[in-house]
């Protein structure tokens, strides 16, 4: 983990209407390090990180990569800063295999006698190596379609996609195993674990605080819109979290 926050949020209020979703809200993120971003349904997590990815602008507040204000007025902006964000509900093509889901909009091809075809073998090869030595993970076959994937699988892919195309320095992950059976979780949290040791900020928006504390190096905990925490895995417990984000009072002896 280096000194200095990756990305940083400063101040950030974000009104829908009437509605106040996030009031006057800090966040950091470091490179190398998995943050986690826990609270109840409603604290403002999912908007928290709309507005980090450039899906929403905030209505007061700044956003600073590297110690540089960021201007983002939409998501490919935050893209091209290297931001991005990966769903479980993920815009894959069922029909194609994952090499081609990879290389969606951006196929390798080749010339042959001066005529260019699709250089399917490369892209099979190349979709395979990321795939494995960035994520550490392997299909049993790549001539498949995306839809016959399990749920994790199907993650890896959009992340491998993310990994290849950008230079990819800030992740976000809402809810990744919120569908996921354990072997799947488990698979997933390892590939997190991957991604933090190539040096990026992962931010984990999660509901389970077993995988928050096996996965996370700290916790960003929101309440009612607001940051109401932040601790390290390493100094706290489930019991100090959840004591957070239902708002209870430290040590109340009633
Ligand atoms: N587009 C929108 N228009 C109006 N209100 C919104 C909009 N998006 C979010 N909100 C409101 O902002 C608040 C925070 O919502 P948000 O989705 O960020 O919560 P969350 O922490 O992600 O919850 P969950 O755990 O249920 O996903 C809620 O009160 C929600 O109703
Ligand atoms: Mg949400």
Known sequence: MTDHPLVQMRGITKRFGGVTALQDVNLEAYAGEVLAIV?????????????LTGVYQPSEGEIFLDGQPLEMASHSDAIAQGIDAVYQTLALADHLTPAANMFLGTELTRKVAGIEFLDNRRMKSEAARVLDERLGVRLRSMDVTTDSLSGGQ?????IARAVYHEDLRVLVMDEPTAALGPQETARTLKLIKALREQGLAVILISHSLDDVFEVADRVHVQRRGRRVGVVETANSTVQEVLGLIVGAPANDAA
């Open 154 to 158: 199907r993650q890896a892919v959009a």
């Open 39 to 51: 609270g109840d349904n409603g604290a403002g997590k999912s908007t928290l990180i709309k507005i």
